[in-house]
């Protein structure tokens, strides 16, 4: 058999072994001694290593803040191609039609937080590693699965990692979308403090990640507080111990596009302005972070030729002694400087805006005309019959962690997107099809 066919006969040991890692629940905990982010992480890693193991791969745990499995080539002081995934994932919220930590398979798609992002892709490429290793392939370059374990949050494993094993000359992060990504957006985790709200407001709670679009909003009001205006809003109103319940949903998504999704805080904020006209902070909320995620309401509509649009997005809302916060997730262009964001925004918001703290990731720019680039795009243009370019996203994915490492796949383009989304699966087609994408991918960068 060739290395297509060896592939095609693991499908079944493939699909399985999705399964048993979409079940360890990875949503990052409080740190345990010898675990950095929690229990189930570390398990999940310890059964990918040893998966690895038994193909006949080297296995190295760093101290379970990432892992990576080796295809050694014959020469020790090789290059070394990397493959850049990760095994945690974000927080789920309820409406799943099947378990979000099941691996459940229905009408052909395998369900679960993961399945996407980044589990199955990760799978795809250790499957493909393994048909490689079974056809007698003999690598140039040494090939390198990498697993990190708290990518969602701030990648303080692959930072960690960094300093202890020498990073790959090149790479992939299979936690994009194909055709190849050679941009990716800087992108700046503010937690702002906007001002006091009126004090008929008694709480405001949405969201739980700044980088997830929140699906639900709820708020808290005096029982004083005339809601006539609500009914120009798509509200719930419930009563509770002598005050007021409010509710608003939305359609979560991934923070990097906001716009595939719909914002639960936003018919709340609107609403909640509504009914206090008077308060300055509502009203600068509901108007100019409520109205769009490309920053023309809010009066920096910042662009570029190279990544287009800035985009902003609500991710967390709280209440605290009366004061709004909100964790804001921003992707900006990439020939913008994060100090420039942050001047552009203050300017044009209320005086009692703030931001409090935030958390930075430079852009990331790789030459398309760079062998990397050239070489991926090669491939995934022969094994899908056309003639793809590279393309920009908002996201962050662990390319920006190494100067020539981009986003190639899972995401084919048109799909549907599911991840950071109730019912998040990778059908099984479209798991093989990014396999046989990445086999090929392997045998030219490490042939």
Same mark, same amino acid.
């Not at 099984?428 to 045998?443: P, S, T, W």
């Given at each position: 058999?060739?290395?297509?066919?060896?592939?095609?006969?693991?499908?079944?040991?493939?699909?399985?072994?999705?399964?048993?890692?979409?079940?360890?629940?990875?949503?990052?905990?409080?740190?345990?001694?010898?675990?950095?982010?929690?229990?189930?992480?570390?398990?999940?890693?310890?059964?990918?290593?040893?998966?690895?193991?038994?193909?006949?791969?080297?296995?190295?745990?760093?101290?379970?803040?990432?892992?990576?499995?080796?295809?050694?080539?014959?020469?020790?002081?090789?290059?070394?191609?990397?493959?850049?995934?990760?095994?945690?994932?974000?927080?789920?919220?309820?409406?799943?039609?099947?378990?979000?930590?099941?691996?459940?398979?229905?009408?052909?798609?395998?369900?679960?937080?993961?399945?996407?992002?980044?589990?199955?892709?990760?799978?795809?490429?250790?499957?493909?590693?393994?048909?490689?290793?079974?056809?007698?392939?003999?690598?140039?370059?040494?090939?390198?699965?990498?697993?990190?374990?708290?990518?969602?949050?701030?990648?303080?494993?692959?930072?960690?990692?960094?300093?202890?094993?020498?990073?790959?000359?090149?790479?992939?992060?299979?936690?994009?979308?194909?055709?190849?990504?050679?941009?990716?957006?800087?992108?700046?985790?503010?937690?702002?403090?906007?001002?006091?709200?009126?004090?008929?407001?008694?709480?405001?709670?949405?969201?739980?990640?700044?980088?997830?679009?929140?699906?639900?909003?709820?708020?808290?009001?005096?029982?004083?507080?005339?809601?006539? *205006? &609500?009914? $120009?809003?798509?509200? %719930? /109103?419930?009563?509770?111990?002598?005050?007021?319940?409010?509710?608003?949903?939305?359609?979560?998504?991934?923070?990097?596009?906001?716009?595939?999704?719909?914002?639960?805080?936003?018919?709340?904020?609107?609403?909640?302005?509504?009914?206090?006209?008077?308060?300055?902070?509502?009203?600068?909320?509901?108007?100019?972070?409520?109205?769009?995620?490309?920053?023309?309401?809010?009066?920096?509509?910042?662009?570029?030729?190279?990544?287009?649009?800035?985009?902003?997005?609500?991710?967390?809302?709280?209440?605290?002694?009366?004061?709004?916060?909100?964790?804001?997730?921003?992707?900006?262009?990439?020939?913008?400087?994060?100090?420039?964001?942050?001047?552009?925004?203050?300017?044009?918001?209320?005086?009692?805006?703030?931001?409090?703290?935030?958390?930075?990731?430079?852009?990331?720019?790789?030459?398309?005309?760079? *062998? &990397?680039? $050239?070489?991926?795009? %090669? /491939?995934?243009?022969?094994?899908?019959?056309?003639?793809?370019?590279?393309?920009?996203?908002?996201?962050?994915?662990?390319?920006?962690?190494?100067?020539?490492?981009?986003?190639?796949?899972?995401?084919?383009?048109?799909?549907?997107?599911?991840?950071?989304?109730?019912?998040?699966?990778?059908?099984?087609?479209?798991?093989?099809?990014?396999?046989?994408?990445?086999?090929?991918?392997?045998?030219?960068?490490?042939?």
């Amino acid at each position: 058999m060739d290395r297509k066919q060896i592939l095609d006969s693991l499908k079944a040991e493939m699909i399985d072994t999705l399964q048993k890692v979409l079940r360890f629940e990875t949503v990052t905990t409080d740190a345990l001694p010898g675990m950095p982010f929690g229990k189930n992480n570390a398990d999940c890693l310890a059964y990918v290593l040893k998966k690895g193991e038994e193909m006949g791969f080297k296995s190295y745990n760093c101290d379970n803040y990432a892992g990576h499995l080796d295809f050694a080539a014959d020469d020790k002081n090789a290059e070394v191609f990397g493959v850049l995934g990760h095994l945690d994932v974000v927080p789920v919220t309820e409406g799943w039609i099947a378990p979000p930590f099941g691996g459940e398979i229905i009408d052909g798609k395998i369900y679960g937080r993961g399945a996407m992002d980044d589990k199955g892709p990760m799978i795809a490429c250790l499957y493909a590693a393994k048909a490689l290793k079974m056809s007698g392939f003999r690598p140039r370059r040494t090939l390198r699965l990498i697993f990190g374990c708290d990518e969602e949050n701030n990648m303080a494993c692959i930072k960690y990692y960094k300093t202890k094993v020498k990073m790959p000359d090149l790479a992939i992060s299979p936690d994009g979308d194909f055709p190849v990504i050679n941009v990716e957006k800087g992108i700046y985790a503010m937690e702002l403090d906007v001002g006091k709200v009126s004090d008929a407001v008694l709480d405001i709670s949405a969201g739980s990640r700044t980088n997830v679009v929140p699906d639900l909003c709820t708020a808290l009001v005096d029982k004083s507080l005339d809601l006539k *205006p &609500l009914e $120009k809003f798509n509200v %719930e /109103v419930k009563e509770a111990d002598g005050r007021i319940q409010l509710l608003t949903r939305g359609k979560s998504t991934h923070g990097a596009m906001p716009h595939t999704g719909v914002n639960a805080t936003w018919e709340m904020f609107r609403a909640l302005s509504a009914c206090l006209p008077d308060d300055k902070t509502l009203a600068f909320v509901a108007e100019k972070m409520c109205r769009d995620v490309n920053g023309k309401a809010w009066g920096f509509p910042l662009e570029d030729e190279v990544s287009g649009k800035i985009t902003h997005s609500i991710g967390v809302v709280s209440l605290k002694n009366g004061n709004l916060k909100i964790k804001l997730d921003v992707r900006y262009p990439v020939t913008y400087k994060d100090s420039f964001v942050a001047e552009a925004m203050k300017k044009n918001s209320i005086d009692s805006f703030k931001i409090e703290e935030g958390h930075i990731k430079q852009p990331l720019h790789v030459d398309a005309d760079s *062998p &990397l680039v $050239k070489g991926l795009l %090669e /491939v995934y243009n022969k094994e899908m019959s056309c003639d793809a370019k590279p393309i920009a996203i908002g996201g962050g994915t662990y390319s920006r962690m190494l100067p020539m490492c981009v986003a190639f796949g899972p995401s084919f383009p048109g799909d549907t997107q599911v991840i950071h989304e109730i019912n998040e699966y990778v059908s099984i087609d479209r798991l093989m099809q990014m396999a046989h994408i990445y086999l090929e991918a392997f045998a030219k960068m490490c042939g």
